[in-house]
């Protein structure tokens, strides 16, 4: 994936470093490979939040200092605010041509645990959206959980640490897709839906609103190759390695052995696949209606 000489998004703060408070004594590395995948890409902060509400309430916020930062993250800390304004240049024209106006979300990269207006977080929740401040929340020590913890392949432009660039991006683009969900007001009518729903009702709806932010993610894809012909061969198929391993069905499978579709959140390793080619292939955002389809 070529995203280097683009430009930058000023939306990001970073407070990695000594600008983000450290979970004591909670690692990524002991945490079931399971629950940190389950969690990740746009997982629901009102439910997780209740495994977290014991940790430090005292995260700082002020901007990380640069010079405490290694080299490689601030090389993770430029990708992040180009794919951040590759979103950018991508939806606010789309909302135009709508007749609507594209309100730009925020992105805070943090260490360890941070603080949002959804509540207070930890890195095992994995990258999450906050729809109550508009904000992406992403621990940049996830991309390497992708690779060693999760299988997610890399390509020959990545890190021997990390996945993908495109898998990564793939991940910041999803959570975008919760934000593009929030300023239509798809999320509060899922909200309110599930609250008058019953569990295995509740989780389907989730589980559309998961595959609708893959569908957008790939709704991204689409217009950005357009725009900056960014994507390599084998691109592509990292992104799909990373849709197949954050299916439901696979990582039930590989934590329990038995697969359970009533307890599915965010969709099968088949279904994230599809509905991401379906946005990356059409580029429209109207084919990405979840709701309204057979899943």
């Known amino acids: 994936m070529l995203w280097k000489g683009r430009r930058e998004s000023d939306n990001v703060e970073d ?4 600008g983000g408070a450290k979970a004591g ?10 629950f940190v995948a389950w969690k990740f890409f746009g997982a629901d902060p009102q439910q997780t939040y209740q495994a977290t509400k014991q940790l430090t309430n005292q995260t700082q916020s002020q901007q990380a200092d640069p010079t405490a930062l290694t080299a490689e993250q601030k090389e993770d800390g430029a990708f992040v605010r180009t794919v951040l ?61 992708m690779r060693t913890q999760m299988g997610i392949t890399g390509d020959s432009n990545s890190s021997a640490k990390e996945a993908g660039d495109f898998a990564k991006a793939y991940v910041i683009a999803h959570e975008v897709g919760h934000h593009v969900q929030n300023l239509l007001g798809i999320s509060s009518q899922v909200q309110r839906a599930r609250q008058q729903s019953s569990k295995v009702q509740g989780n389907q709806l989730s589980v559309r609103q998961e595959l609708q932010a893959d569908c957008l993610a790939g709704v991204w894809a689409n217009h950005n190759q357009q725009r ?6 084998g691109d592509v198929e990292v992104a799909m390695d990373a849709a197949h391993k954050i299916g439901d069905d696979y990582l039930q499978k590989r934590s329990t052995g038995q697969v359970v579709p009533d307890s599915f959140t965010h969709g099968s390793s088949q279904q994230r696949m599809q509905w991401f080619q379906t946005g990356l292939k059409t580029g429209d955002i109207n084919r990405c209606d979840t709701f309204n389809s057979t899943i």
């Open 15 to 18: 407070r990695r470093g000594g």
């Open 25 to 34: 004594g909670i690692s990524i590395v002991g945490l079931v490979v399971a």
């Open 85 to 145: 304004a590759d979103t950018e240049d991508t939806w606010i024209p789309i909302f135009q041509q709508n007749s609507m106006q594209y309100k730009q979300p925020k992105l805070v990269m943090f260490s360890g645990v941070v603080n949002s207006g959804c509540g207070s977080a930890e890195s095992a929740m994995g990258p999450f959206y906050c729809p109550a401040d508009q904000t992406v929340y992403i621990d940049t020590e996830f991309f390497k959980d």
């Open 228 to 233: 900056t012909n960014f994507l390599q061969q």
